[in-house]
């Protein structure tokens, strides 16, 4: 062994099928002890697969190590016809934004978020909506200094208060 530390080299893009069963692999085992991850992992896989969501990854070294996805749909489960969190026009929701513990405040998902954002303006979405448990206070820092600053609602759901919050998109500068 030389002793010499490997560089690690991060790269952020859209999903791919196999990008999406390592990321859901690895958050199934890592709460194995939740029967609902491999559930989950099923609709996200067929939300991409049909266009109704497009998730983004953080790769370090070729490994992903984080994740966010944007919700274009009402009708999945996560926004659940909510209307002011995803409308299937030009509204949709950052879901299920996290990255692992060994890679955060690195800027990744600042990163990750700018490229979400880019590509949701490319497909005519004006607006996206975040939802932060309220007693998630360095997340709720982190999508306020995002930029995510106009609230839009509070619901309490699985006995958390949920607080939601929108970021217009900047359109193309001519």
């Not at 791919?16 to 958050?27: E, G, H, N």
């Not at 996560?78 to 026009?89: E, I, N, P, T, Y």
């Amino acid at each position: 062994m030389s002793g010499v530390k490997e560089r690690a080299e991060y790269k952020y893009r859209r999903a791919t099928a196999a990008d999406l069963v390592r990321i859901w692999d690895k958050s199934i085992a890592s709460n194995a002890d939740d029967s609902r991850y491999p559930m989950w992992k099923e609709l996200y896989i067929r939300y991409n697969e049909s266009g109704m969501a497009q998730t983004y990854v953080v790769l370090c070294n070729g490994d992903p190590v984080g994740e966010g996805t944007l919700l274009f749909s009402p009708d999945c489960r996560a926004v659940r016809g909510r209307l002011f969190l995803s409308d299937g026009k030009s509204l949709a929701n950052v879901n299920a934004l996290r990255i692992e513990k060994a890679h955060e405040g690195q800027g990744h998902i600042s990163r990750l978020m700018r490229l979400a954002e880019q590509d949701a303006a490319e497909r005519g979405i004006t607006a996206l909506t975040i939802g932060v448990e309220a007693r998630e206070t360095r997340n709720l820092a982190i999508y306020l200094h995002l930029g995510y600053t106009r609230f839009v609602a509070s619901e309490i759901e699985d006995g958390e208060l949920v607080l939601y919050y929108e970021k217009k998109l900047k359109g193309e500068q001519a």
